[in-house]
């Protein structure tokens, strides 16, 4: 089972930036796409940003393109979410996944990754 565990979430003003990593518990890490997905107060969970396995794909939502940068370290077993020019519709509990490469580029469906980190909260202040 592979353990994924979040940080670098907070409170910032509109305009600010946040670096949240996530790191894993495998020894396979490069052997997974990897995804950041969020969820906003009475919203669903929706798709950020997304990266292959190895870091050669990104995807983005329309919402976050331009802003938010997604990248791994495979030494590391870590996979970070830049966020810059943040505003206050950023805010959620963003969540990192984990979904085994099996030839297909990376998803944005929440259902296709079978590994998920527990949160870390983003509040952006106007």
């Known amino acids: 089972q592979v353990q994924l565990v979040e940080s670098g979430g907070g409170l910032v003003q509109a305009g600010d930036s946040l670096k949240l990593s996530c790191v894993a518990s495998t020894r396979t890490f490069s052997a997974y796409n990897l995804g950041w997905f969020r969820q906003a107060p009475g919203k669903d969970r929706e798709f950020v940003a997304a990266?292959?396995?190895?870091?050669?794909?990104?995807y983005y939502s329309d919402s976050v393109r331009g802003r938010f940068t997604i990248s791994r370290d495979n030494a590391k077993n870590t996979v970070f979410l830049l966020l810059n020019s943040l505003q206050p519709e950023d805010t959620a509990v963003y969540y990192c996944a984990a979904a085994r490469y099996t030839g297909l580029p990376p998803s944005r469906f929440a259902y296709d990754y079978d590994h998920w980190g527990q949160g870390t909260q983003v509040t952006v202040s106007s």
């Open positions: 990266l292959s396995w190895n870091g050669g794909n990104t």
